[in-house]
Structure formats: C-alpha cells, structure tokens
C-alpha cells in the first residue's frame, strides 16, 4: 500500500484539518461551485423518481459519490492540478462502493424508520405552516406529495432530503471507524478489507482527534435541522476536503497543503506519483 500511516497526529489536529480542508476549496472555487451545481441537479433528478424507495436508495447512492467527487477536487487543489471532468469524474469501483454504502444506510434506515418517519412529519407539518404545501386540493382532493412539485421539490430536495443524507452517510463512517476508508480507496485503488483494517487502526491511535471529528458531526446534524438542511450545500465538499485533509495528515505524513505557487509550473502527477 503506497499510504505511510497510519500514524499518531496531535490532539488537536482536528482543528487544523478544517483549516486546511476550507482553505483547499477557497483556492479552486470555479471547480468547487461547478461539481457543487452538477451534484445538485443529480439529487434533484435522482428525487424525481416516483417510487418512493427507489428514490430513497438513488439519493443515497449519490452522497458518497458526491463526496468522493470532492476528495478528488481537493487533491486537484493541493497539486495545484485542473480539476477537470476525467480527475472528478467516479469509476465503476466508485460507483461499486458507493451502492455498498447506500446499501448499508438504506437497512439502517430501515431500521430507524419510526424515528425517521416523526422527523418527516415534523417536516411536513412545518412545510404546511409556512404555506408551501397543502394536502387537500381546493376541489377536496388529495394533493400529491410534496416532492413531485417542480417548484417545492428543490426546496425539500436541497433542504431536509439531501442534508439527512449527507450527515448519515458522515455519522455511518465515523461511528464504524471507516473516515479514512473512502479517501483511501478514491486515491489508492487499495482492496477493501485491508482499507477498512487500516481505518479502524487509525482510531485507535487517533482518539481525540477523532472525537474532535465526532463533536463536529454533532453540531453539523444541529445544523441540518436549523437550516432545514440547506447547510448540505457547504457539507458535500467541505466535508469532501476534510476527508481528504484528515487522511494526508494521518496515512501520509503530511499535515499542510502544497503551496501553491511554488508547483505550479511543475509536471501534472497521479496520486500515487505524488506520494499518495
């Protein structure tokens, strides 16, 4: 495997980690905003689908291809590299682990549907106070629901839909101890088993670090309800950036980005020429 680590960091290189994820994407913001559009518009054409199921799994699906796009975006940066279609664009072994995932989060959810199905109706409830959505039509029909009308879809689609999701699929990889999974298998192409044995050992000599990463999570999750989860339009690439942070600092030894200025002349290199 071509990762060094992993390895012991500081206490608090979860705080450095977030300055350097930020500062990865304040440095591409045309590709950043652009992959940031095309993610929007799958999520909405993915939520479009009529059976509900599918629509849950297809939404799913797109988050951790969503933040692999974003672990690429933020090498690009660090390498001082164009962030162009065929660097971000997911392979089929990304489209294989992102299924997986979705997979796994589809049975939890399943699991937890009577929770999950009070905070939809909260949802709802709010959605019909604030005069958005009305279940009876004016001639006493049914409406249909909510997500298939063009113009509050979006609305529920970037908010409550997407930002659940986004913290689901981030509170699933820290709570199994696979953070470090997914920017290794985007960067590497390393088998799974032995990605996921190294993720789960680098909890263990990265306690706080992590449960600096943790406390995030939770305030992020306070967050997504605040905003109706309208703060997934900055989660999807920052927290893409920030597993590509956390990883460099712990598998490979190096705890700040590339400076910019000084590669930028130099010849375009793979992840693994680079060092990752």
Not at 38 to 51: A, D, E, H, M, Q
Not at 130 to 142: F, M
Request: contains cysteine; glycine residues 8%; charged residues 15%.
């Amino acid at each position: 495997m071509p990762a060094l680590g992993p390895r012991e960091t500081e206490p608090d290189a979860w705080i450095r980690w977030h300055k350097e994820a930020v500062a990865l994407l304040v440095r591409r913001p045309v590709p950043v905003i652009a992959w940031l559009t095309v993610c929007v518009v799958l999520f909405y054409i993915g939520n479009r689908t009529s059976w509900q199921p599918l629509r849950a799994a297809s939404v799913l699906f797109l988050v951790p291809l969503s933040l692999m796009a974003f672990i690429r975006v933020a090498w690009c940066a660090d390498y001082s590299r164009r962030a162009g279609i065929w660097e971000i664009t997911p392979t089929n072994r990304d489209c294989m682990l992102a299924i997986g995932v979705a997979a796994v989060l589809f049975a939890v959810g399943g699991a937890l549907s009577p929770m999950l199905q009070s905070f939809a109706d909260t949802f709802r409830e709010l959605v019909e106070v604030l005069g958005l959505y009305s279940p009876i039509l004016a001639d006493g029909d049914l409406a249909p629901d909510p997500l298939r009308y063009t113009l509050l879809g979006p609305f529920l689609v970037i908010g409550g839909v997407v930002g659940l999701a986004v913290s689901a699929c981030l509170v699933f990889l820290i709570a199994f101890g696979q953070w470090f999974a997914l920017p290794m298998l985007v960067l590497h192409q390393t088998p799974l088993p032995p990605s996921m044995a190294s993720s789960a050992r680098a909890y263990q000599i990265n306690p706080v670090p992590m449960l600096g990463l943790a406390g995030v999570m939770l305030i992020t999750l306070l967050l997504v309800m605040a905003t109706l989860g309208w703060v997934s339009l900055v989660m999807i690439p920052f927290f893409g950036a920030l597993l590509y942070t956390s990883y460099r600092d712990v598998f490979l030894g190096r705890e700040e980005n590339q400076p910019a200025a000084a590669i930028e002349g130099s010849e375009e290199v793979s992840p693994q020429e680079s060092g990752i």
